[in-house]
């Protein structure tokens, strides 16, 4: 009897602790891993980096991002987040974002409508 209460304890006991590291993982607000969205896509949007959409930097090729311009694409790929950089205000040139910024690295692009 007594290790069938002790077997039991031990399962309540890792059954509690699983669920508190799920909770802790993942926040209300917190970025997905991967993400899926409709966007038209508009060149004048266009850095070294990619192609800004829907508050992410979408890494593709200049030339493809010309190639689909004025186009309604869907957007699905794995997020990767870069942390800002701090510019000092006494210096003159100012390099990167200040901000965090969204990456989507390889993403699968396909056409919606032209």
């Known amino acids: 009897m007594k290790p069938a209460i002790t077997f039991l304890l031990l ?4 059954a509690c602790f699983s ?13 997905p891993e991967v993400v ?13 980096d990619g192609i800004y959409l829907n508050g992410y930097v979408v890494n593709i090729s200049y030339e493809k991002a010309r190639k689909l ?3 309604t694409v869907r957007v699905t790929g794995k997020v990767r987040m870069v942390k800002g950089v701090q510019n000092r205000p006494n210096e003159d ?3 990167g974002r ?3 910024t969204k990456y989507i690295e390889s993403p699968k692009i396909m056409i919606i409508r032209n």
Do not use: H, R, Y
């Open 11 to 14: 399962l309540f006991t890792i």
């Open 36 to 48: 899926s969205f409709v966007a038209k896509l508009d060149i004048t949007n266009a850095t070294k």
């Open 98 to 100: 200040e901000g965090e």
């Open 19 to 31: 669920q508190a590291t799920d909770t802790l993982k993942k926040q209300p607000g917190d970025i």
């Open 69 to 71: 311009n004025g186009k």
């Open 93 to 95: 040139v100012q390099q």
